[in-house]
């Protein structure tokens, strides 16, 4: 028998899986003349209002609502048919299909699940038909390997306890390559194990594996960091600088932001001011989603006072949609995108969104979610864009690890790998 030219899709199929929380999540399998690709979906817990649509069963007590048996029954009944004896590799023409037969801008017809399950499966199996990793496959050129941020410590929405920050990282902009970051964040980490056991502090870890701590204040976070980053060994600001991501959203409420662990309450040029004070007093070079996802005077004002010195990522604010990211870069509200996957519901829309944020001289920063699987997709996406950044949480739960080491294959199989050191925002 002759082989096909092209990886041409023979069957699709999915099933539920559980994701790192414990919750349903979906993955889908397509196989295209012979060959086969799974692709697992990641499902977020600080969530945009404006993302795509992740559909749930919600009707049943069945995993008490959040069954994905309806995103499943999608990929097989619904879109299945019509991309029997499609070409995979097309990926701008599988994508359009499924995007034309959700008929809706936030695919809530079928559910962004479902269409992001068969888009990245059929990258993935016209990866394999190519015989070529997935990130040469998306594109052969590239030889940048991404920055870590590493979330040592988490709070907000991804902890029970600790800091309002969800997220404190480190960016270990000073090291050599990349399996230098995953040692430093690994030494660090485990400094920082020590210095809470010493003072009596929680060592549980959140969802996106950082420890989270009872702790003081948001300053005592951060300066436990800082001084376990010293007792490793490594320079404060030359070796690893830090990097946050605070999800105001999660904590505005009646036009205003509600900081706990502090006990205070600001307004939009108070959270401004706090953020100045922060990196006047610490090292730090990123923030992430500072203020609320509809505060978009707010993002201007942040973005003036601030976008010279760090770097200010949109994540909720824009949901790695390319209209709301249009909307950012004429109102300059940002200088840099978090790309997230689900949000979109398709590897074409999110890769359009890149290309955007590129033609802008924008930043742009692939992520996981905090409800993740050993899915590793974003790890060859991260190389094959050349963004230089990847959030994918801590140096310990295998669902984040799983990410870090295939970064740490794809830097060995890659001729001349060069860590990113382009990043404006480090001074």
């Not at 048996?69 to 995979?88: E, H, M, R, W």
């Not at 994508?95 to 990258?123: P, V």
């Not at 003036?304 to 200010?312: D, F, N, V």
Request: with cysteine; hydrophobic share 35%; net charge negative.
């Amino acid at each position: 028998m002759e082989k096909s030219l092209k990886p041409i899709i023979e069957k699709v199929h999915a099933r539920e899986i559980l994701d790192s929380r414990g919750f349903p999540t979906i993955e889908v399998e397509i196989t295209a003349s012979g060959y086969k690709s799974i692709s697992a979906v990641p499902s977020g817990a600080s969530t945009g209002e404006f993302e795509a649509l992740e559909l749930r069963d919600e009707d049943t007590k069945r995993f008490q609502g959040r069954g994905v048996l309806k995103a499943v029954n999608n990929v097989i009944n619904s879109f299945g048919p019509s991309l029997i004896g499609k070409d995979a590799s097309n990926q701008k023409e599988i994508d359009d299909l499924l995007i034309n037969i959700d008929g809706t801008s936030n695919k809530s017809t079928f559910g962004a699940n479902a269409s992001l399950g068969i888009s990245m499966a059929c990258s993935v199996v016209s990866a394999a038909f190519y015989n070529k990793p997935l990130y040469s496959y998306l594109n052969p050129n590239s030889n940048i390997m991404p920055v870590p941020m590493i979330n040592v410590l988490n709070g907000g929405m991804h902890a029970d306890q600790g800091s309002d920050l969800q997220e404190i990282m480190l960016f270990p902009h000073g090291a050599q390559n990349f399996k230098h970051c995953i040692q430093i964040g690994s030494e660090v980490f485990h400094c920082l194990k020590k210095e809470l056991k010493k003072q009596g502090l929680g060592i549980t870890v959140g969802d996106e594996g950082g420890f989270a701590p009872a702790l003081h204040s948001n300053d005592h976070a951060i300066e436990l960091l800082l001084n376990s980053i010293e007792k490793a060994g490594f320079i404060v600001g030359k070796d690893i600088s830090l990097a946050l991501d605070v999800a105001a959203s999660s904590f505005y409420k009646d036009n205003k932001y509600h900081l706990k662990v502090d006990g205070s309450v600001l307004d939009t040029d108070g959270m401004i001011s706090f953020y100045e004070d922060l990196i006047k007093k610490y090292p730090i070079v990123s923030i992430e989603d500072g203020l609320d996802e509809n505060d978009w005077e707010g993002w201007n004002k942040m973005n003036q006072a601030l976008g010279s010195k760090i770097q200010i990522v949109g994540d909720d604010l824009t949901v790695t949609n390319s209209k709301k990211l249009q909307r950012a870069i004429e109102q300059e509200s940002m200088n840099s995108i978090l790309i997230k996957l689900n949000q979109i519901g398709t590897v074409s829309e999110t890769i359009e969104a890149i290309e955007l944020a590129k033609s802008n001289n924008m930043n742009y920063v692939i992520s996981h979610r905090s409800g993740e699987t050993e899915d590793t997709f974003i790890s060859d996406l991260s190389v094959a864009m050349g963004g230089g950044q990847i959030k994918t949480g801590s140096v310990c739960r295998s669902d984040r690890t799983a990410k870090y080491n295939r970064l740490l294959r794809i830097e060995e199989q890659i001729e001349n790998p060069s860590l990113c050191n382009n990043l404006s925002f480090i001074k």
